[in-house]
């Protein structure tokens, strides 16, 4: 509605918001009732626009060889509309400055005493002009600021959209250089400072030139004795512009610790279900709350230096005036009220701009120069230079030719990723590629893709790329949009997709088939099904060059061969692929294999986020303020407050007093007074006011940055003793809104908003006091506008609340956005789906936009009709004072109108603060929201297992069920299973038949039913420390942390440097990390992606090396691995872990075939369990066909290695009775499916 009634609804008020407040005064508002995004605000169009003018100046700074300016890039994109806002700031200064002159003349009718008519009729004229000031000052001022704030969230919407721009083009190098983290950071944070610094930048040139104006002004009216006030101005304006550049430097500081720290808290997020199963909960606790002490030191500085400056703002009216007037009376003139009045309200006016507006400018100046440098050195980095390929004319020109090329990643590590690779793929062509683990295989596909850049040779790729990646990425979504991504659904297609991809069994077990929702992690899919809803996307986006890197590892041997078979050979067989794999049973079917060694080759032939609704409950003040002082610290804050105030009003009291005594007795008998005594007085009153003010400024900030300091390690400790569940169902974008955008809430905004609210409300109450106290009937007028304004600030904080909140649920998708791009990277650009992606970035900033937008444009509503309100206090005060003239004198209607003027713009504003503080409320809440969510089991009880425990490592289910949640489906049922001492059991089935789901009941990542015992302990009865430490696990997603090697390996200090080394060494990654700069000292990059996947899964087994516990689980730890290293690993597996009980989940069959026992699962229920040999022999069992589907002759060789290990077991085995328990003791197995 705004555009078509622009100009009548800024005079009316705002008017068209009028039903927006109806709606939410009688229901909460929800998304559908906020307007549409103006065409001008869309961020797409204003992103263009600014990249445009960023662009041009890249290119100019080409030409130059200097550096690009971010800053120039600004100014020449906003610089015009800009500049028309300083009409509305001139205006609105120079009224400022004219109105004390009408307060003057008014002053002086009372003085002179003149009774004619012609005089009385010149008063009424100048109260006439005093009210019409006063209502122009009132829409001046909201007409500037409404426009000033749009121009902020314009620059801060276009920056973020240059920001996931930019993103979505990063090269590797230069993801090398930054992290999600530190993106987060500059889209919560840093683009923020925008919106602030719009506000103020127009005072940097306004201050000096009212001051100058101001200073005039005095001179006629009071002469030299305006200097002395003037110089405390001065005296503050340096004084102010060093606090300004001071904290400047500690909000770079800030900015650069609340990086590492957000980097942190994503990959604590990104990694807690591997962090809960190693019990490393303590050592990231230990790891953030040191990164969070160090940044709260820089906070503290930088709040305390933001005390000091709203403290100078509070004295400077009272030290400026108390300097003129010494002057002004040790000269020995006389004072007059009118004198008096004109000049506390000149320097009143001078003041909020000097000591408020120009400070603020300077400090927001200073702060949008270290966000510009920093987005800038963002927007710097290196982009991916992609390639561009064509179809031209049919489909027969599809080639993808490789010659003599060599690559790096870093080039400072000397070794190449690829050496002299050459090799040549056609249409219809399947080229294989199979190499031990770091051999390049990945880093083949990143060059195909341009995402590794080439160093020598040539990359001729002609037709449309497909991408798989070797970790799985979904995004939040269904899995059917999930699969389309943004194509038309076509049904024969999408049908053929789904069965060639064995997705249509999976589907119909899903409640909501391929509607159903799934988190930006795929938390309802299993790790099977999340690589083959990947591989389905590719499929369907009938691309010409598959690049497939080990789609097949994920999956069990007869998906895996149906895939393979229907889907690479079949689905595919037009077009060209590329299979990255460590299945050789395959490589038979592949025209050309590409054998990789050391970089070489040899051919061969989501729920939404809730928000809460209605007012802040008071708990939620009084735990925020208990968390940063006992309630006597809070106590001595509250007489500080008090005090400051009351000699505030003390000081004003002994300046008016003199005045209203020369009203009543003429001016001449100031000479009578005792000047000392009046001076010693009023000065004692000053110095206590300077000094109470800054007290209580400090100490505000003290106990307000310490309540953030509390309730984030509240929520951070809250956060870690979550179940799993809690990360599956909550995007990590919207966990990290919390420790981002709330926190940084918390540390910054809340503080100072509400310091500037107390000071304000004081002086509020004060203004009104001595009013009342010296002329009582402006309570006539006072009572009836008190009433309206209490309606009003109810009727507005309905609304207003609302769209606080809806402000705060929409910024979160767009964080979760960005982590999720940033995730699935490879496979948007491979996809060419930047552009979709950068449009959903857009859609989901303009939902933000419009709930911010209803923020600026309600705030002035409201503010508008309480200066309205202040408006009618000074006209009925101004013709009140005319209407009883003969009962007052100059002292009593200069102190009346001087402070019903002084309420004009404060009343607002405080009204305005209190209501930002209740809307900040909303971060505190949505803080504490976090530290009180459902926790799991507590992670130590009274009992404790000995040290030793388990000492054999027996593990038995009795009658388990297991879901992850409440009311969701059962992934186990009635699982009852004994697996003996020692025994190495493989665990097989179906994708999605609850292998990992028994793993998580015997971790209790959520708590089963029924029970489950290792040695003689029932684990449900132990605390999760306890059970989780003497489980060792090599995940099916490997997890590395930012940091160094041996911190990865060594938490908590516990191994010396030769046991770590040894470790390393017997997993064949001695090499590896020595030949790294800094050896185990080598900080990894973000999530370790500086190693490929099967390096990160032999740190892993590492780890597990390392804690010699007497359980292991493999969960398809060896599924991205090379064959070679496979062998290797179940070799070391055999030796090292001889003397423990092994639970692997595994695909590839090889790997469990030596297992003792095989333990087969279908939909939760066990089916099968036995020795492999055994079960073998039955050709209905459900083992003996999954071995058959891997092909006649690798099933003829699992066979013949499961006979000959029967063999081995029979011989070398002594038949032993180990009485484990005593009958009736323990549990009965009668029923149980044992073989």
Same mark, same amino acid.
């Given at each position: 509605?705004?555009?078509?009634?622009?100009?009548?609804?800024?005079?009316?008020?705002?008017?068209?918001?009028?039903?927006?407040?109806?709606?939410?005064?009688?229901?909460?508002?929800?998304?559908?009732?906020?307007?549409?995004?103006?065409?001008?605000?869309?961020?797409?169009?204003?992103?263009?626009?600014?990249?445009?003018?960023?662009?041009?100046?890249?290119?100019?700074?080409?030409?130059?060889?200097?550096?690009?300016?971010?800053?120039?890039?600004?100014?020449?994109?906003?610089?015009?509309?800009?500049?028309?806002?300083?009409?509305?700031?001139?205006?609105?200064? $120079?009224?400022?400055?004219?109105?004390?002159?009408?307060?003057?003349?008014?002053?002086?009718?009372?003085?002179?005493?003149?009774?004619?008519?012609?005089?009385?009729?010149?008063?009424?004229?100048?109260?006439?002009?005093?009210?019409?000031?006063?209502?122009?000052?009132?829409?001046?001022?909201?007409?500037?600021?409404?426009?000033?704030?749009?121009?902020?969230?314009?620059?801060?919407?276009?920056?973020?959209?240059?920001?996931?721009?930019?993103?979505?083009?990063?090269?590797?190098?230069?993801?090398?250089?930054?992290?999600?983290?530190?993106?987060?950071?500059?889209?919560?944070?840093?683009?923020?400072?925008?919106?602030?610094? $719009?506000?103020?930048?127009?005072?940097?040139?306004?201050?000096?030139?009212?001051?100058?104006?101001?200073?005039?002004?005095?001179?006629?009216?009071?002469?030299?004795?305006?200097?002395?006030?003037?110089?405390?101005?001065?005296?503050?304006?340096?004084?102010?512009?060093?606090?300004?550049?001071?904290?400047?430097?500690?909000?770079?500081?800030?900015?650069?610790?609340?990086?590492?720290?957000?980097?942190?808290?994503?990959?604590?997020?990104?990694?807690?279900?591997?962090?809960?199963?190693?019990?490393?909960?303590?050592?990231?606790?230990?790891?953030?709350?040191?990164?969070?002490?160090?940044?709260?030191?820089?906070?503290?500085?930088?709040?305390?230096?933001?005390?000091?400056?709203?403290?100078?703002?509070?004295?400077?009216?009272?030290?400026?005036?108390?300097?003129?007037?010494?002057?002004?009376?040790?000269?020995?003139?006389?004072?007059?009220?009118?004198?008096?009045?004109?000049?506390?309200?000149?320097?009143?006016?001078?003041?909020?701009?000097?000591?408020?507006?120009?400070?603020?400018?300077?400090?927001?100046?200073?702060?949008?120069?270290?966000?510009?440098?920093?987005?800038?050195?963002?927007?710097?980095?290196?982009?991916?230079?992609?390639?561009?390929?064509?179809?031209?004319?049919?489909?027969?020109?599809?080639?993808?030719?490789?010659?003599?090329?060599?690559?790096?990643?870093?080039?400072?590590?000397?070794?190449?990723?690829?050496?002299?690779?050459?090799?040549?793929?056609?249409?219809?062509?399947?080229?294989?590629?199979?190499?031990?683990?770091?051999?390049?295989?990945?880093?083949?596909?990143?060059?195909?893709?341009?995402?590794?850049?080439?160093?020598?040779?040539?990359?001729?790729?002609?037709?449309?790329?497909?991408?798989?990646?070797?970790?799985?990425?979904?995004?939040?979504?269904?899995?059917?949009?999930?699969?389309?991504?943004?194509?038309?659904?076509?049904?024969?297609?999408?049908?053929?997709?789904?069965?060639?991809?064995?997705?249509?069994?999976?589907?119909?077990?899903?409640?909501?088939?391929?509607?159903?929702?799934?988190?930006?992690?795929?938390?309802?899919?299993?790790?099977?099904?999340?690589?083959?809803?990947?591989?389905?996307?590719?499929?369907?986006?009938?691309?010409?060059?598959?690049?497939?890197?080990?789609?097949?590892?994920?999956?069990?041997?007869?998906?895996?061969?149906?895939?393979?078979?229907?889907?690479?050979?079949?689905?595919?067989?037009?077009?060209?692929?590329?299979?990255?794999?460590?299945?050789?049973?395959?490589?038979?079917?592949?025209?050309?294999?590409?054998?990789?060694?050391?970089?070489?080759?040899?051919?061969?032939?989501?729920?939404?986020?809730?928000?809460?609704?209605?007012?802040?409950?008071?708990?939620?003040?009084?735990?925020?303020?208990?968390?940063?002082?006992?309630?006597?610290?809070?106590?001595?804050?509250?007489?500080?407050?008090?005090?400051?105030?009351?000699?505030?009003?003390?000081?004003?009291?002994?300046?008016?007093?003199?005045?209203? $005594?020369?009203?009543?007795?003429?001016?001449?008998?100031?000479?009578?007074?005792?000047?000392?005594?009046?001076?010693?007085?009023?000065?004692?009153?000053?110095?206590?006011?300077?000094?109470?003010?800054?007290?209580?400024?400090?100490?505000?900030?003290?106990?307000?940055?310490?309540?953030?300091?509390?309730?984030?390690?509240?929520?951070?400790?809250?956060?870690?003793?979550?179940?799993?569940?809690?990360?599956?169902?909550?995007?990590?974008?919207?966990?990290?809104?919390?420790?981002?955008?709330?926190?940084?809430?918390?540390?910054?905004?809340?503080?100072?908003?509400?310091?500037?609210?107390?000071?304000?409300?004081?002086?509020?109450?004060?203004?009104?006091?001595?009013?009342?106290?010296?002329?009582?009937?402006?309570?006539?007028?006072?009572?009836?506008?008190?009433?309206?304004?209490?309606?009003?600030?109810?009727?507005?904080?309905?609304?207003?609340?609302?769209?606080?909140?809806?402000?705060?649920?929409?910024?979160?998708?767009?964080?979760?956005?960005?982590?999720?791009?940033?995730?699935?990277?490879?496979?948007?650009?491979?996809?060419?789906?930047?552009?979709?992606?950068?449009?959903?970035?857009?859609?989901?900033?303009?939902?933000?936009?419009?709930?911010?937008?209803?923020?600026?444009?309600?705030?002035?509503?409201?503010?508008?009709?309480?200066?309205?309100?202040?408006?009618?206090?000074?006209?009925?005060?101004?013709?009140?004072?005319?209407?009883?003239?003969?009962?007052?004198?100059?002292?009593?209607?200069?102190?009346?109108?001087?402070?019903?003027?002084?309420?004009?713009?404060?009343?607002?504003?405080?009204?305005?603060?209190?209501?930002?503080?209740?809307?900040?409320?909303?971060?505190?809440?949505?803080?504490?929201?976090? $530290?009180?969510?459902?926790?799991?089991?507590?992670?130590?009880?009274?009992?404790?297992?000995?040290?030793?425990?388990?000492?054999?490592?027996?593990?038995?289910?009795?009658?388990?069920?297991?879901?992850?949640?409440?009311?969701?489906?059962?992934?186990?049922?009635?699982?009852?299973?004994?697996?003996?001492?020692?025994?190495?059991?493989?665990?097989?089935?179906?994708?999605?038949?609850?292998?990992?789901?028994?793993?998580?009941?015997?971790?209790?990542?959520?708590?089963?039913?029924?029970?489950?015992?290792?040695?003689?302990?029932?684990?449900?009865?132990?605390?999760?420390?306890?059970?989780?430490?003497?489980?060792?696990?090599?995940?099916?997603?490997?997890?590395?942390?930012?940091?160094?090697?041996?911190?990865?390996?060594?938490?908590?200090?516990?191994?010396?440097?030769?046991?770590?080394?040894?470790?390393?060494?017997?997993?064949?990654?001695?090499?590896?990390?020595?030949?790294?700069?800094?050896?185990?000292?080598?900080?990894?990059?973000?999530?370790?992606?500086?190693?490929?996947?099967?390096?990160?899964?032999?740190?892993?087994?590492?780890?597990?090396?390392?804690?010699?516990?007497?359980?292991?689980?493999?969960?398809?730890?060896?599924?991205?691995?090379?064959?070679?290293?496979?062998?290797?690993?179940?070799?070391?597996?055999?030796?090292?872990?001889?003397?423990?009980?092994?639970?692997?989940?595994?695909?590839?069959?090889?790997?469990?075939?030596?297992?003792?026992?095989?333990?087969?699962?279908?939909?939760?229920?066990?089916?099968?369990?036995?020795?492999?040999?055994?079960?073998?022999?039955?050709?209905?069992?459900?083992?003996?066909?999954?071995?058959?589907?891997?092909?006649?002759?690798?099933?003829?060789?699992?066979?013949?290695?499961?006979?000959?290990?029967?063999?081995?077991?029979?011989?070398?085995?002594?038949?032993?009775?180990?009485?484990?328990?005593?009958?009736?003791?323990?549990?009965?197995?009668?029923?149980?499916?044992?073989?």
């Amino acid at each position: 509605p705004l555009p078509v009634f622009q100009f009548i609804n800024n005079l009316c008020l705002n008017r068209w918001l009028n039903p927006l407040f109806i709606i939410g005064h009688k229901r909460k508002l929800e998304e559908d009732d906020m307007y549409k995004v103006l065409p001008e605000d869309s961020s797409e169009k204003l992103g263009e626009e600014l990249q445009w003018y960023w662009d041009k100046e890249v290119q100019k700074a080409k030409k130059r060889g200097k550096m690009p300016h971010l800053t120039k890039a600004i100014i020449l994109c906003y610089w015009k509309s800009y500049l028309v806002f300083g009409i509305f700031t001139m205006i609105e200064e $120079t009224l400022k400055i004219v109105q004390p002159i009408f307060l003057g003349k008014i002053i002086n009718y009372f003085e002179r005493c003149d009774s004619s008519d012609e005089a009385l009729n010149f008063a009424y004229c100048y109260a006439a002009a005093l009210s019409v000031c006063t209502l122009i000052l009132a829409i001046m001022h909201h007409l500037y600021f409404y426009h000033v704030q749009r121009a902020g969230m314009k620059l801060r919407v276009a920056m973020c959209h240059m920001i996931y721009r930019k993103a979505l083009r990063l090269s590797n190098v230069a993801m090398a250089k930054t992290t999600t983290g530190q993106i987060v950071n500059l889209l919560s944070n840093d683009v923020n400072k925008f919106d602030q610094v $719009t506000i103020f930048l127009h005072f940097l040139w306004a201050g000096p030139i009212q001051a100058v104006a101001v200073t005039v002004l005095l001179w006629i009216e009071i002469g030299p004795s305006c200097l002395a006030g003037m110089a405390v101005l001065i005296i503050l304006l340096p004084v102010q512009t060093c606090i300004g550049r001071l904290f400047s430097s500690l909000r770079s500081k800030t900015a650069a610790l609340t990086d590492v720290r957000i980097r942190t808290m994503n990959e604590v997020i990104s990694g807690m279900k591997i962090i809960k199963m190693y019990a490393w909960e303590k050592s990231f606790a230990e790891l953030v709350n040191g990164l969070r002490r160090k940044e709260i030191a820089m906070v503290m500085k930088s709040s305390y230096l933001r005390g000091l400056n709203l403290a100078s703002f509070f004295v400077a009216s009272k030290i400026t005036v108390f300097m003129t007037f010494m002057a002004y009376v040790l000269l020995g003139e006389v004072i007059s009220a009118s004198r008096v009045f004109v000049a506390v309200s000149l320097y009143g006016a001078v003041r909020l701009t000097v000591t408020l507006f120009f400070p603020a400018a300077v400090e927001r100046v200073s702060e949008a120069v270290v966000s510009i440098r920093r987005i800038k050195n963002f927007l710097i980095l290196d982009e991916v230079s992609h390639f561009k390929p064509q179809l031209h004319g049919n489909s027969e020109n599809v080639i993808l030719h490789v010659q003599d090329l060599t690559c790096y990643w870093d080039k400072s590590l000397e070794s190449p990723a690829l050496q002299q690779l050459s090799f040549t793929v056609r249409r219809g062509e399947l080229l294989a590629v199979i190499g031990p683990v770091g051999a390049g295989k990945s880093s083949l596909l990143s060059a195909v893709l341009g995402e590794l850049p080439k160093d020598k040779g040539l990359i001729n790729v002609t037709g449309r790329i497909a991408y798989v990646s070797q970790q799985p990425w979904v995004f939040s979504g269904t899995v059917r949009s999930n699969i389309l991504f943004d194509k038309e659904y076509e049904k024969e297609k999408y049908e053929k997709v789904l069965k060639v991809c064995a997705l249509k069994k999976d589907l119909e077990l899903l409640e909501n088939g391929d509607l159903t929702v799934i988190g930006d992690r795929g938390a309802t899919l299993s790790g099977g099904q999340k690589a083959r809803v990947n591989l389905a996307r590719a499929v369907y986006q009938d691309a010409d060059i598959y690049l497939l890197d080990d789609p097949l590892s994920a999956v069990d041997a007869e998906v895996g061969r149906h895939l393979f078979e229907k889907c690479i050979c079949q689905a595919l067989h037009q077009k060209i692929s590329v299979l990255v794999t460590h299945q050789l049973q395959y490589l038979r079917a592949a025209n050309q294999i590409l054998i990789l060694k050391d970089a070489e080759n040899a051919l061969a032939a989501m729920p939404e986020e809730s928000r809460s609704e209605g007012k802040i409950n008071f708990k939620v003040y009084r735990k925020y303020f208990t968390a940063g002082a006992n309630y006597f610290v809070i106590f001595i804050l509250l007489v500080f407050n008090i005090l400051a105030q009351v000699s505030s009003w003390e000081a004003n009291h002994q300046e008016k007093l003199n005045v209203t $005594t020369n009203g009543n007795n003429g001016a001449n008998e100031t000479e009578h007074l005792d000047l000392n005594f009046y001076l010693g007085i009023y000065a004692g009153l000053t110095v206590a006011t300077i000094l109470f003010g800054i007290i209580r400024s400090l100490l505000v900030f003290q106990v307000l940055v310490n309540s953030g300091q509390t309730l984030h390690n509240k929520m951070f400790q809250s956060i870690l003793k979550a179940p799993v569940l809690f990360f599956d169902r909550n995007p990590i974008g919207r966990i990290l809104n919390r420790f981002s955008k709330d926190i940084g809430h918390l540390d910054d905004l809340l503080p100072l908003t509400f310091l500037d609210f107390v000071q304000t409300l004081l002086q509020i109450f004060g203004v009104v006091a001595v009013a009342v106290a010296v002329i009582p009937w402006i309570l006539i007028p006072l009572i009836p506008l008190f009433i309206l304004f209490i309606f009003l600030r109810r009727y507005f904080l309905d609304t207003s609340r609302d769209i606080k909140r809806l402000e705060s649920t929409t910024r979160s998708p767009v964080f979760s956005h960005l982590s999720s791009s940033l995730q699935g990277l490879w496979t948007i650009r491979a996809l060419k789906a930047e552009e979709r992606f950068q449009k959903l970035f857009d859609a989901h900033q303009d939902l933000h936009s419009e709930a911010w937008f209803l923020f600026l444009t309600t705030s002035r509503w409201f503010a508008v009709r309480l200066d309205a309100i202040c408006a009618i206090f000074v006209i009925v005060v101004a013709f009140g004072s005319l209407l009883l003239a003969k009962t007052l004198n100059a002292g009593q209607v200069g102190l009346a109108l001087s402070y019903a003027i002084t309420l004009m713009g404060t009343f607002q504003w405080g009204v305005r603060q209190s209501a930002e503080v209740e809307n900040l409320m909303i971060s505190v809440e949505r803080v504490m929201e976090y $530290t009180e969510l459902e926790k799991e089991a507590p992670w130590e009880t009274n009992k404790h297992p000995p040290p030793e425990w388990p000492s054999q490592g027996m593990i038995a289910f009795e009658n388990v069920n297991f879901t992850y949640s409440l009311d969701g489906p059962l992934v186990l049922r009635h699982l009852s299973v004994l697996i003996k001492p020692k025994e190495k059991v493989g665990i097989v089935g179906r994708t999605g038949a609850g292998k990992s789901s028994l793993i998580a009941a015997l971790f209790r990542l959520a708590e089963p039913e029924g029970r489950i015992w290792i040695d003689k302990y029932l684990t449900s009865e132990l605390g999760l420390h306890d059970l989780r430490k003497k489980i060792s696990i090599i995940p099916q997603e490997p997890v590395l942390f930012t940091g160094t090697m041996r911190k990865n390996l060594d938490p908590f200090n516990e191994y010396t440097d030769e046991e770590l080394w040894n470790a390393l060494e017997e997993v064949q990654l001695k090499e590896v990390v020595e030949d790294l700069p800094n050896k185990m000292e080598m900080q990894l990059a973000e999530s370790g992606s500086n190693f490929s996947v099967g390096q990160r899964q032999l740190v892993c087994l590492a780890r597990a090396v390392l804690k010699k516990n007497r359980i292991l689980i493999i969960d398809e730890a060896t599924a991205n691995v090379d064959p070679r290293t496979d062998e290797f690993i179940q070799k070391t597996i055999r030796e090292k872990f001889a003397h423990c009980t092994v639970l692997t989940i595994a695909h590839r069959l090889n790997t469990i075939i030596d297992s003792d026992r095989i333990m087969v699962l279908d939909a939760g229920r066990l089916k099968e369990y036995g020795e492999p040999y055994i079960l073998l022999q039955e050709q209905d069992g459900l083992f003996y066909k999954m071995v058959q589907q891997v092909g006649k002759t690798e099933a003829a060789s699992l066979i013949e290695t499961a006979k000959r290990y029967q063999i081995i077991n029979v011989i070398v085995s002594i038949p032993l009775a180990i009485k484990v328990f005593k009958k009736d003791q323990w549990i009965n197995f009668h029923n149980m499916p044992l073989r």
